[in-house]
């Protein structure tokens, strides 16, 4: 393939994670417009939200599977005609049921993209250079967090609401051309990131534990946030929008960081994304109440909890105990049960304990998958330790076998899967 055609598939990948994220989360910051244009209460618009990540967590499994023999150039091209489609329907829908139910289509196809967007980038290049391929195609939902929806938001505030998600769909129409004329057409099971590149089944298991952990941390932290710098740290309101765009340009320099870092030794980079994420909640935690440290460690956690999305594609397509895009989607399903976790557990905690809480919490719940990992690792350890002394244990058996009568060379009664190999 010509160098510049797998570039510019790359961008057009990137910038469907980009179109992807900001859809999902747009409806959070134009929940006010919205309700007030479709007469219903603000909860019920941030159902769009809910709704939309409960769609992920299910259908991405059962979707993968059913779409694993069609071409990804094929595959890609038609989920993201089929995300141009249902944001315009949103544009135009004239009551909550037909928004909701467009908020659906868009979800289902949200939940195969993200499963075959990793091995499909991956396969543009060497295998050498699979970590910092993914971390670009990640990259693209960082830049919506800090661009995307903000921009939605602020033509939302003074187009509407609707010209948003048209804007959204034009630009899904752009990425769609470019994807659907640069990206290879190949199996889906050929090439070097069909697989895992060593695959391992209890390393990869271990994976969706850590990631499931991780995220709850990140987004118990991340969910009230808003009232964590106003409340501890002394911001006014009008601050907030200010703190949390540069977390997101902090995220963005953590995921190119990684980048550069992640194909040396992904599992090292991984637990030092867990670990840095869980330093810097400990750290709001302890002198949140200071401004300046309160932005510094805000962006510290937003570049860490970035960093490790980017790895985690990384090593899902080192590890995947079979099918690549089947691992991903499950790897998905994993990071959208620990935002949703993440988002309960810390509205548990803050009527009780307050929001000072969901830091600690968030940082709790990292250390606990950095524990996963440490044990985890020693357990497979221990695994390789016994095969290996295994084969040494079995000779005198085998010997014995061969020196009783019934095992004679020659006798034609030795059992099955037994004798000299």
Do not use: K
């Amino acid at each position: 393939m010509v160098h510049w055609r797998a570039v510019g598939a790359l961008i057009g990948l990137s910038g469907g994670t980009f179109l992807y994220t900001t859809a999902e989360a747009l409806p959070i910051g134009l929940l006010l417009p919205m309700a007030a244009d479709l007469a219903v209460a603000p909860s019920q618009v941030g159902m769009l939200v809910t709704a939309y990540g409960a769609v992920v967590v299910v259908a991405s499994i059962p979707m993968t599977a059913l779409a694993r023999r069609i071409p990804r150039r094929r595959l890609l091209s038609a989920l993201l005609a089929g995300f141009v489609v249902s944001t315009a329907i949103t544009v135009f829908a004239s009551t909550f049921a037909l928004l909701l139910a467009a908020r659906m289509a868009t979800a289902a196809t949200h939940a195969l993209f993200w499963a075959v967007v990793v091995p499909a980038a991956a396969e543009l290049f060497r295998p050498g250079l699979r970590g910092r391929v993914v971390a670009i195609v990640f990259a693209g939902g960082s830049v919506a967090l800090v661009m995307g929806v903000p921009a939605g938001t602020w033509l939302g505030e003074r187009a509407g609401w609707r010209v948003s998600f048209l804007a959204v769909a034009g630009l899904g129409a752009v990425v769609l051309v470019a994807v659907a004329s640069l990206l290879p057409s190949a199996p889906p099971d050929q090439g070097h990131a069909a697989r895992g590149a060593t695959p391992d089944v209890h390393r990869f298991w271990l994976l969706v534990a850590v990631a499931i952990l991780t995220t709850a941390g990140a987004i118990a932290a991340y969910t009230y946030v808003a009232l964590f710098v106003t409340e501890v740290s002394g911001f006014p309101a009008s601050a907030v929008g200010v703190i949390l765009l540069a977390r997101g340009v902090a995220s963005v320099l953590g995921i190119l960081a990684v980048g550069a870092v992640v194909d040396r030794s992904p599992w090292l980079v991984l637990v030092a994304t867990v670990a840095l994420q869980s330093v810097a909640l400990l750290g709001l935690y302890a002198i949140g109440h200071r401004p300046a440290a309160a932005v510094g460690l805000l962006a510290l956690a937003g570049l860490a909890f970035a960093a490790f999305t980017a790895v985690l594609g990384g090593v899902v397509l080192q590890v995947a105990p079979g099918r690549s895009d089947l691992a991903a989607a499950t790897v998905s399903a994993a990071v959208n049960i620990g935002i949703t976790g993440g988002a309960l557990v810390a509205g548990l905690a803050l009527p009780s304990h307050g929001v000072h809480s969901t830091v600690l919490l968030g940082a709790l719940l990292g250390v606990v998958a950095l524990m996963v990992i440490a044990a985890g690792f020693t357990g497979l350890g221990r695994r390789r330790r016994v095969r290996a002394a295994a084969p040494t244990a079995a000779v005198p058996v085998q010997l014995t076998e061969l020196c009783s009568p019934a095992g004679s060379l020659g006798s034609g009664n030795e059992p099955s899967g037994t004798g000299v190999r």
